[in-house]
């Protein structure tokens, strides 16, 4: 929440907005005028993945999309959209003393075919990356990806983020956290707060109409330690990004054991299904509308 208790900007960077209906635009375009510059090394990695992903994709049914560019706008700059606001976070989090020599470690829950974290993780080496991922499928892949890329400092762990969490070598050792397209906020909240550390932040991509979604989140947040910051629109997007800080010590119940976060949300009244979901681009064709 902001100073005046108001969930709102926390004066996070401000990009150009980037045309959602613009064709033909390079990858490095988009990202540039979303306020990313990528080198030439991180634009080949891109390419290679993005190659992984139209090949692996269609074979094993991880994307809907399969037109390159497609990956470009709706997956790779949407993840690269978070990028300004997480930069401001990092030197938050990096200015805490005990951080300052190392390096930060984030989380990303449900990542499906690596969105956002793989895509953080190219854009920001230096942040070491843990993906969550329940789907066998899913999980393969980021394997796959992430030796593929070369990439290090970056794992792929298959399994549900309520067991995750409940390890001792995961639990309140990540200095940021993101999910996409995952479960609606009180879920997530419980799902992610726990892999915080006290002082972390966490920042989910939402559509921008989430007004019951906003409220039951800060019904859910208290309970978990943490506290809802921020809810700004991206610039160019039809999505904005909640922003989540790890205020207190989680109560050793959450999470909950697998499904309950989502099934019975901290804070009561669960938000209707539609609401649930981001905005966000479909990833995913396991179910019609591409996001699970
Ligand atoms: N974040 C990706 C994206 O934006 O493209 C994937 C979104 S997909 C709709 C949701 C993913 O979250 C699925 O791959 C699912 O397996 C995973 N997931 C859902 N609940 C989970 C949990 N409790 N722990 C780990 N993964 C989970």
């Given at each position: 929440m902001g100073p005046d208790g108001a969930v709102g900007s926390m004066g996070t960077a401000r990009p150009d907005a980037v045309p959602?209906?613009?064709?033909?635009?390079?990858l490095s375009d988009l990202a540039r005028r979303a306020g990313v510059a990528l080198e030439a090394a991180q634009l080949s990695r891109f390419d290679a993945y993005r190659s992984l992903l139209l090949d692996r994709g269609a074979k094993v049914n991880?994307?809907?999309?399969?037109d390159p560019e497609e990956v470009d706008r709706r997956l790779f700059l949407d993840a690269l959209r978070m990028v300004p606001a997480l930069d401001e976070y990092r030197r938050l989090a990096g200015a805490d003393s005990s951080k300052r020599a190392k390096r930060l470690k984030l989380v990303d829950v449900g990542?499906?075919?690596?969105?956002?974290g793989l895509v953080l993780k190219i854009a920001r080496p230096d942040l070491d990356v843990t993906l969550i991922e329940a789907t066998g499928k899913k999980a393969t892949f980021l394997q796959d990806a992430i030796a593929a890329l070369e990439l290090d400092g970056v794992v792929a762990i298959h399994a549900r983020a309520e067991d995750v969490a409940h390890d001792a070598r995961q639990?309140?050792?990540?200095d940021l956290a993101t999910a996409r397209a995952v479960a609606a906020l009180p879920a997530l909240l419980e799902l992610c707060a726990p892999l915080l550390r006290l002082g972390g932040w966490a920042f989910f991509p939402k559509g921008l109409e989430i007004g019951d979604e906003l409220a039951a989140g800060q019904r859910a947040a208290p309970l978990v330690g943490a506290r809802l910051v921020a809810s700004d629109p991206l610039p160019g997007s039809d999505t904005r990004l909640v922003i989540v800080e790890k205020t207190g010590l989680t109560h050793p119940?959450?999470?909950?054991?697998?499904?309950i976060p989502a099934r019975e949300?901290?804070?009561?009244?669960k938000v209707a299904k539609g609401k649930?979901?981001?905005?966000?681009?479909?990833?995913?064709?396991?179910?019609a509308t591409g996001i699970e």
């Open positions: 959602p209906s613009a064709s033909g635009t390079s991880l994307t809907a999309i399969s990542s499906g075919a690596g969105f956002p639990r309140e050792k990540h119940r959450y999470p909950r054991r697998a499904g949300p901290l804070g009561g009244n649930t979901r981001a905005s966000n681009a479909p990833t995913s064709a396991d179910d």
